[in-house]
């Protein structure tokens, strides 16, 4: 299992162009897998992995996640395939549907039949992201062109998928999953069979389940889960975070966080290998000074 840093998840983690480049070369150094990003309302998440990839020579970067609604797929895939040549071939695109109350609420616009718009934004993304011209016309999405990018590599794509539709989606058309707020035992009956069925059903090799989760090192346990449930609340109230709490068994964020000392960190880092994870995307919360060089050290020695 591969191990990388989550990036913009969390206060600790948040921070400017500069700082995030500087970050990107610390976890690189140290030896992680992969830095992920987010794609909300701060910093472009996919034009600051082009900077960060420009700026690192190994790890691999990558959105979680980018919102499909606002960016038409052809434009996207276009911006995605730059950032590719950015990177040296090391940037993977994770996309999701984001929620109802931002599609629509704050952005204005139609989050009517999500499945339908995903499997649509698929359709095209997918092979443009492989060099492929693409002739579409669906219900939401017309796509009738090819990119000419030269040089550029093939970019893995991941997609967001909890709910059983969108898990088929990405087993058929994309390379894998990436999830947030979903713990052990959804990921091992529910995750990994759904989208593994789809991905063999439509030939294709194992899918990548990349698992985002909190992570806090530190004596005080129950200290720290008081500071993740404020910190996090948020994603105990999106309805689609919840039904994923709601099948692991746990209240909110803060129950299902990763929190503990060293040993008990440990457990539950093995937990995810076992229930199929192929690249734990840690998410560091730090509870008093000092705490994310502390992490960070006992992360990179849980390093393969």
Same mark, same amino acid.
């Given at each position: 299992?591969?191990?990388?840093?989550?990036?913009?998840?969390?206060?600790? $983690?948040?921070?400017?162009?500069?700082?995030?480049?500087?970050?990107?070369?610390?976890?690189?150094?140290?030896?992680?897998?992969?830095?992920?990003?987010?794609?909300?309302?701060?910093?472009?998440?996919?034009?600051?992995?082009?900077?960060?990839?420009?700026?690192?020579?190994?790890?691999?970067?990558?959105?979680?996640?980018?919102?499909?609604?606002?960016?038409?797929?052809?434009?996207?895939?276009?911006?995605?395939?730059?950032?590719?040549?950015?990177?040296?071939?090391?940037?993977?695109?994770?996309?999701?549907?984001?929620?109802?109350?931002?599609?629509?609420?704050?952005?204005?616009?139609?989050?009517?039949?999500?499945?339908?718009?995903?499997?649509?934004?698929?359709?095209?993304?997918?092979?443009?992201?492989?060099?492929?011209? !693409?002739?579409?016309?669906?219900?939401?999405?017309?796509?009738?062109?090819?990119?000419?990018?030269?040089?550029?590599?093939?970019?893995?794509?991941?997609?967001?998928?909890?709910?059983?539709?969108?898990?088929?989606?990405?087993?058929?058309?994309?390379?894998?999953?990436? $999830?947030?707020?979903?713990?052990?035992?959804?990921?091992?009956?529910?995750? !990994?069979?759904?989208?593994?069925?789809?991905?063999?059903?439509?030939?294709?090799?194992?899918?990548?389940? !990349?698992?985002?989760?909190?992570?806090?090192?530190?004596?005080?346990?129950?200290?720290?889960?008081?500071?993740?449930?404020?910190?996090?609340?948020?994603?105990?109230?999106?309805?689609?975070?919840?039904?994923?709490?709601?099948?692991?068994? !746990?209240?909110?964020?803060?129950?299902?966080?990763?929190?503990?000392?060293?040993?008990?960190?440990?457990?539950?880092?093995?937990?995810?290998?076992?229930?199929?994870?192929?690249?734990?995307?840690?998410?560091?919360?730090?509870?008093?000074?000092?705490?994310?060089?502390?992490?960070?050290?006992?992360?990179?020695?849980?390093?393969?």
């Amino acid at each position: 299992m591969r191990i990388g840093i989550f990036a913009g998840a969390t206060p600790e $983690t948040s921070f400017g162009l500069k700082g995030l480049v500087a970050f990107a070369r610390d976890v690189e150094t140290r030896g992680f897998d992969t830095l992920w990003l987010p794609n909300i309302f701060g910093i472009d998440g996919i034009g600051a992995c082009a900077i960060a990839g420009w700026e690192t020579q190994r790890i691999e970067l990558g959105t979680a996640v980018t919102p499909t609604y606002p960016r038409h797929p052809a434009a996207l895939a276009q911006q995605v395939m730059t950032t590719q040549l950015a990177c040296g071939g090391r940037f993977a695109l994770g996309i999701g549907l984001s929620h109802q109350v931002v599609i629509e609420g704050m952005y204005g616009l139609s989050y009517d039949k999500p499945a339908r718009h995903m499997s649509e934004y698929l359709q095209i993304i997918a092979p443009l992201l492989h060099g492929q011209g !693409v002739q579409f016309e669906g219900e939401q999405l017309t796509a009738k062109l090819a990119l000419d990018i030269p040089d550029t590599q093939p970019v893995p794509l991941l997609v967001a998928a909890l709910g059983p539709a969108m898990l088929k989606l990405a087993g058929i058309w994309a390379d894998g999953t990436s $999830t947030w707020m979903t713990g052990p035992r959804t990921i091992e009956d529910y995750i !990994v069979p759904s989208i593994s069925a789809a991905a063999i059903e439509a030939g294709k090799p194992p899918p990548r389940i !990349v698992c985002g989760l909190p992570i806090c090192l530190t004596d005080d346990a129950d200290g720290a889960r008081e500071h993740i449930g404020k910190s996090l609340e948020i994603y105990g109230m999106l309805p689609s975070y919840r039904a994923m709490l709601d099948r692991e068994g !746990v209240s909110g964020p803060a129950e299902l966080a990763i929190v503990g000392n060293e040993a008990t960190l440990r457990v539950e880092i093995a937990r995810l290998r076992d229930v199929g994870v192929t690249d734990f995307n840690a998410a560091v919360i730090t509870v008093g000074e000092g705490k994310m060089a502390t992490t960070l050290d006992f992360l990179q020695s849980e390093l393969a």
